[in-house]
């Protein structure tokens, strides 16, 4: 095989999975894409085909959390006629799951972060894929609904559920529970409680959701 041949077959999986065997090694971020494809033994010419940076390849591996939360979705013949809702709650549960899988490199990646989630910018692209993903929700939910007050704010809601992916992202970090159940059980309630705001009844929701955070972090 030559190498040219070789190289064609490097993926941009394979690089990512390269990439998060390098951190977890070496602990580090690669200082450089010099050093980190003569450590992976891949061509310079091969990772920029795929990556136009470290931060690149970075905000990339998140991108592939949601597009692989997104495919096993998809595998469901029945995730089609799921409700806004219960689309919103397969979604986290799932993408935590493929976090969980991951969980030694998305907490070193976190772990480096000093200015909060939210100004961590490998996350733009999740942001940018979260927030599409919700307005599509709220869209769906608005064409069923027909008096235009009882409308929702596809903006508003989509930059809710990004806001709330920061916040179970957090919760989940510092989970410690077996099997990270509370974490499941912060996703199941603060999804109820990001619809019943948006369908004006939050009362019940919000206490019994603010209830649990207060034990979890002040109990």
């Known amino acids: 095989m030559t ?70 979705l998809q595998k469901d013949k029945d995730y089609p006629e799921f409700s806004s809702k219960d689309k919103m709650l397969s979604f986290f549960f799932t993408f935590f ?3 969980g899988l991951n ?25 940018h894929r979260v927030k599409e993903f919700a307005t599509e929700l709220i869209e769906d939910d608005n064409a069923e609904k027909q008096v235009k007050l009882t409308k929702n704010n596809p903006r508003v809601f989509s930059e809710g559920a990004w806001l709330q992916l920061l916040f179970l992202l957090k919760f989940w970090k ?21 619809f019943d705001v948006f369908d004006n009844t939050p009362l019940n929701s919000i206490l019994d959701f603010g209830k649990f955070l207060f034990k979890e972090n002040f109990g």
Request: a neutral charge; charged letters at 30%; glycine letters at 6%.
């Open 3 to 72: 190498t040219k041949t070789r190289a064609e077959k490097i993926t941009k999986e394979a690089i990512i999975s390269s990439f998060m065997t390098y951190v977890l090694d070496h602990e580090v971020i690669p200082k450089s894409i010099y050093s980190f494809c003569k450590d992976i033994k891949v061509p310079e010419e091969v990772f920029y085909q795929h990556f136009g940076s470290i931060s690149g390849i970075q905000e990339a591996i998140w991108n592939a959390f949601f597009d692989n939360a997104e495919k096993l």
């Open 97 to 99: 799951e493929l976090l």
């Open 103 to 127: 969980r030694s490199y998305v907490l070193f990646v976190l772990g480096e972060n000093r200015d909060g989630l939210k100004h961590l910018k490998q996350l733009k692209g999740l942001r």
């Open 174 to 194: 510092e989970d410690t529970s077996a099997g990270f159940e509370k974490t499941d059980i912060a996703i199941e309630k603060s999804v109820k409680t990001i």
